[in-house]
């Protein structure tokens, strides 16, 4: 089997004269095609799958078709990798990815079938960057939120486990960075796992919109140079070969034009993003000191924290999911940006759009599993100072309040109480 790496000196492109022009003309500056697997693979997927539908449709014959669906499948199984090395951001609406696809496919299957296959007559029939290249895309953005979604949600099973750990630890809670009322460390926890759970799922029902695919909508939504019935085919083969619900849009026209959904998912990322990076300032705050701090919450001490001040220990992990949560953001708004350019009939602002949810969504993934694993699962409320904070809680004066009156209540705190009697 090929690894998509040039094995020896006879290694010869299958991409041909388009590719090679794209080249040129989007030297890459950042990933490559080839270096977006799941982008790879949603092409080929279409590909194969607009083969057998245009076989049974008349379109293709049986010859052009095998050759055709072997050479997709043999992509899908991890061949040929090295053969789209054109930028995955570029000008065009997605054309260089959706040519570069056509050359590779039709220089195989010529192989394999030993005739003639075209690139744009055969490989591309019934279809057109405008379909396929969203289409793709769609594939493989549903593919690449499994693993987000997968560490959300096993990062708010930690806090979980953590919330059950110290159910019954009693912390100083705060507000406005003031002294307040008292509550348990498993509260905290506990809320902290249903937002985090709670953005997980908004992150994976925004992407279902995914499902529903414009391909067979050829230029600009018309299906013209497609036959009849061609998106429902190619549609279901697209349902069978990824185990999707992937269905034909309704309004080809609208899903071409308008890709407001790309921008709801970039904004549910960003939402998982802040989440986790709300938490980790907490947890950044709470183990601050340890002696002139908060003091309250000790974490894994993972690595050194200064070149010059010893068993300094510092909060890497949270500054490194906050950061990630910044980039998140960032990206997030090149999608916004990307999506408001749509103009008339098309977006052609794809590629940009595709590369920051594949960020967005690598982002994620990172930063919850390390969140999890090198931060969450290790933390412990031992810090020095956190039976000491618990003198200050205010409990005692808001039940005070609650029976003798706001004033009185006050005013016998300002006259020297100290103790809301609430330490543990």
């Not at 022009?21 to 989007?26: G, I, K, Q, S, V």
């Amino acid at each position: 089997m090929s690894t998509g790496i040039h094995p020896d000196s006879t290694w010869a492109p299958l991409y041909g004269a388009q590719t090679e022009l794209a080249m040129d003309n989007f030297p890459p500056r950042g990933r490559t095609f080839g270096d977006f697997p799941p982008l790879v693979r949603g092409y080929a997927q279409v590909k194969l799958a607009a083969a057998r539908a245009n076989q049974a449709l008349g379109v293709l014959d049986e010859q052009r078709c095998d050759a055709i669906t072997t050479a997709c499948q043999e992509i899908l199984d991890g061949e040929h990798a090295g053969q789209f090395p054109t930028a995955l951001v570029h000008g065009g609406g997605g054309t260089t990815a959706n040519m570069n696809v056509n050359e590779v496919i039709a220089a195989r299957a010529a192989e394999l079938a030993g005739a003639t296959v075209h690139p744009n007559d055969h490989v591309n029939a019934s279809q057109s960057t405008n379909d396929t290249y969203p289409t793709a895309m769609a594939l493989a953005l549903l593919s690449q939120v499994e693993a987000p979604v997968a560490a959300l949600n096993r990062l708010a099973d930690a806090l979980e486990s953590k919330a059950a750990e110290f159910d019954t630890t009693h912390r100083l809670g705060r507000t406005c960075l003031q002294d307040a009322v008292t509550l348990t460390a498993g509260d905290t926890h506990r809320a902290q796992a249903a937002a985090v759970h709670r953005t997980a799922g908004v992150l994976e029902a925004a992407t279902h919109a995914l499902t529903t695919v414009p391909v067979g909508a050829t230029a600009v939504g018309t299906g013209i140079g497609a036959p009849a019935h061609f998106a429902e085919r190619c549609a279901e083969e697209l349902a069978r070969l990824t185990g999707l619900p992937i269905s034909a849009s309704e309004n080809p026209y609208d899903s071409l034009a308008h890709f407001d959904p790309y921008a709801h998912i970039a904004s549910a990322g960003a939402r998982a993003a802040i989440t986790m990076a709300k938490i980790a300032a907490d947890v950044r705050l709470l183990s601050s000191g340890p002696r002139g701090g908060f003091g309250e919450l000790t974490i894994p001490a993972v690595q050194a924290g200064s070149s010059i001040m010893p068993a300094k220990v510092n909060p890497v992990i949270p500054e490194y999911v906050m950061q990630l949560s910044y980039r998140v953001r960032g990206s997030a708004h090149t999608v916004e940006c990307a999506v408001a350019a749509g103009e008339l009939e098309l977006n052609v602002m794809e590629p940009v759009i595709l590369d920051a949810l594949s960020n967005i969504f690598e982002d994620l993934a990172a930063a919850a599993t390390t969140f999890t694993e090198r931060c969450v699962l290790g933390l412990n409320w031992n810090g020095p100072h956190r039976e000491r904070n618990l003198a200050g809680a205010l409990d005692r004066w808001v039940e005070m309040s609650a029976t003798r009156g706001y004033e009185s209540a006050t005013a016998e705190l300002r006259a020297g109480g100290s103790d809301g009697g609430t330490a543990r």
